[in-house]
């Protein structure tokens, strides 16, 4: 064997020596833009999952896995929050558009993907359940008797906490939540909290109106200055 013989052998082992080398990336891979992104799984976890849980079971903000929001929530109103947030709120924009960071397929893929994997069918057609926005604006003083009768007993006579729940008349709460927010807890409940829906200890079976009530008297205790953006989340 000569020695260009052997040298083409050696050439060709070292080649194929760096092509098995731990740490090596594959032939086929490629690196995805991150605005190129589409896989709800992703943008869920990269997005969403800090505030609404890692599974849409909740954390900071209301589960967005919970069959009774998706069925007050239509995918226009959770795009419109998903892209525009909730001005005044904790919510975030996160459309371009709004000067966030994800394009409108992505927010697409976030709104469909919530519905695809959390949205139960039985739940759609739940026509007792109050409607996501109020009909008419609540009267105070009602709201402050339909929650003697329905929330007292976990939050206190005056709202500011119990032995089964949290204070939910705190300025500094109420400054970062809109009414709408309001209502959707008020309806939906925070079941990962143990905080029961609309119906859950109530006297009785309060009324879309009951809800409305109370959430113009939570509403009437947020500090003067600040704005609620009456968003919808």
Excluded at 54 to 64: D, E, F, H, M
Excluded at 169 to 184: F, I
């Amino acid at each position: 064997m000569n020695v260009r013989v052997l040298l083409f052998v050696a050439m060709a082992s070292t080649a194929c020596g760096c092509n098995g080398a731990p740490g090596a990336p594959p032939a086929d891979s490629e690196v995805i833009a991150p605005d190129k992104v589409l896989d709800f799984a992703v943008l869920y976890a990269t997005n969403c999952a800090g505030c609404h849980g890692a599974n849409g079971t909740g954390g900071p903000a209301i589960g967005l896995a919970d069959p009774a929001y998706l069925a007050i929530a239509d995918d226009a109103a959770i795009r419109r929050v998903t892209a525009d947030g909730v001005p005044g709120t904790a919510m975030p924009a996160f459309a371009q558009s709004a000067g966030g960071l994800l394009t409108e397929q992505q927010i697409d893929a976030v709104v469909n993907g919530i519905r695809a994997h959390w949205a139960k069918a039985s739940m759609s057609s739940a026509a007792e359940v109050p409607p996501r926005e109020a009909p008419t604006r609540g009267n105070p003083a009602r709201g402050a008797d339909v929650y003697a009768r329905n929330c007292a007993s976990c939050h206190g006579a005056d709202g500011r906490g119990g032995e089964q729940g949290s204070s939910i008349v705190d300025g500094a709460y109420l400054a970062l939540v809109s009414d709408q927010s309001l209502r959707t807890t008020l309806i939906v409940g925070r079941p990962e909290i143990g905080a029961p829906h609309w119906r859950g200890n109530g006297a009785g079976k309060p009324s879309p109106e009951d809800v409305s009530n109370v959430v113009a008297w939570l509403a009437a205790k947020r500090p003067s200055d600040s704005n609620d953006a009456g968003g919808v989340r």
